[in-house]
């Protein structure tokens, strides 16, 4: 792991966008503590603005679409670019995504470091295939059961596109890099499964079982976001963002029924989004290992949410 990989972020003038979503709320409020957080989304919510001015963000609403950044200042230090729009509509969502993404980046070509978040959704499915960096792109999303989100895979590998651009085009280091299965205390795909499990609803699995995942907790998110910021470079650096513990879907719902005294059912389907497992050496090399262990993750995020579903002996 290169040394500066754990230097935290102090005295940075930070621009994070998506800060109304699951991932970049908790970075920008922990972040906020130690540095100058401009905070972007459209804050269709206002009480969330009010949330997030409260913890220290200072909040600019922004329509990536719309592409007028003027209100964040221009000698930005560090952008964490999360926004993702998801609106099933073609244009729209390449004005957002793609379009806006190098707006942005336009905006902020002085700062020091960009970091692209991505995701994993960027791979060609293939199967228990352990997924590194340099396989082929594909549309996972171009499944039934993802039809509500369409836009997704191709216009993330769009904007990828744009990144590489940018980092090229304005001399602007940038990490690109593909998120896995984000979870924890703002909830995430497996929160879905466990409101599942304590439902009894069955819960959809490909049949190419089991579907294997690297689920990253949020503390470790928050943890590497500053390696990944120092490992951003104008020939743009390409890393899975992902925990280093390999699970399946059928695994992890089983230890939270087991958490909860549940005995979570699972129906075997085409339509459902095949294992996206991924190679995590260049992660490790880069930026270090995850540190948080899968049980204890999944074991919190109940601890969070339903509290009282926990049974004793667990
Ligand atoms: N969650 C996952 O399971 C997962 C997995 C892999 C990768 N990722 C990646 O992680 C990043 C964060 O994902 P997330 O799940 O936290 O996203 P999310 O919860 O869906 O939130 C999306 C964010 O983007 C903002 N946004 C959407 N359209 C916008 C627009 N036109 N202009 C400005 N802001 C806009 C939203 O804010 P407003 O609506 O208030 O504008 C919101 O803050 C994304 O890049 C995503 O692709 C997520």
């Known amino acids: 792991m290169a040394e500066h990989a754990r230097t935290p972020l102090l005295g940075q003038k930070i621009a994070i966008t998506g800060l109304t979503g699951q991932v970049a709320g908790p970075v920008a409020t922990a972040l906020a ?5 401009y905070g972007l989304a459209r804050f269709s919510n206002p009480t969330r603005r009010d949330e997030l001015t409260d913890a220290g963000v200072r909040c600019i609403t922004a329509d990536l679409a719309a592409g007028d950044f003027g209100a964040l200042p221009s000698d930005i230090d560090v952008v964490l670019h999360f926004a993702v729009a998801k609106s099933a509509d073609w244009d729209a969502d390449q004005r957002a995504n793609v379009e806006g993404t190098g707006l942005l980046y336009q905006h902020c070509r002085n700062a ?13 499915p293939d199967g228990h295939r352990r997924f590194a960096e340099t396989d082929p792109l594909g549309d996972n999303h171009r499944v039934p059961a993802m039809s509500f989100m369409p836009t997704y895979s191709i216009l993330k590998i769009a904007a990828e596109g744009v990144a590489r651009f940018c980092a090229r085009a304005f001399d602007l280091p940038v990490t690109i890099a593909r998120l896995n299965v984000p979870y924890g205390r703002s909830g995430g795909w497996p929160l879905f499964q466990l409101a599942q499990v304590l439902a009894d609803d069955p819960i959809a699995v490909h049949t190419n079982s089991p579907s294997r995942f690297n689920p990253i907790h949020d503390d470790d998110i928050l943890a590497t976001v500053p390696a990944l910021v120092a490992a951003a470079s104008t020939s743009p650096t390409i890393v899975n963002w992902a925990g280093v513990d390999e699970v399946s879907i059928e695994e992890w719902c089983g230890y939270l029924g087991e958490l909860t005294g549940k005995s979570p059912t699972f129906v075997e389907t085409d339509d459902a989004l095949e294992s996206v497992a991924v190679d995590t050496t260049r992660m490790v090399e880069l930026i270090g290992p995850t540190s948080v262990p899968w049980r204890d993750g999944m074991r919190s995020m109940v601890e969070q949410f339903y509290p009282d579903a926990l049974i004793a002996s667990s």
């Open 112 to 124: 020091r470091a960009v970091l692209h978040c991505s995701s994993t959704a960027v791979y060609q």
């Open 33 to 37: 503590a130690d540095n100058e957080v």
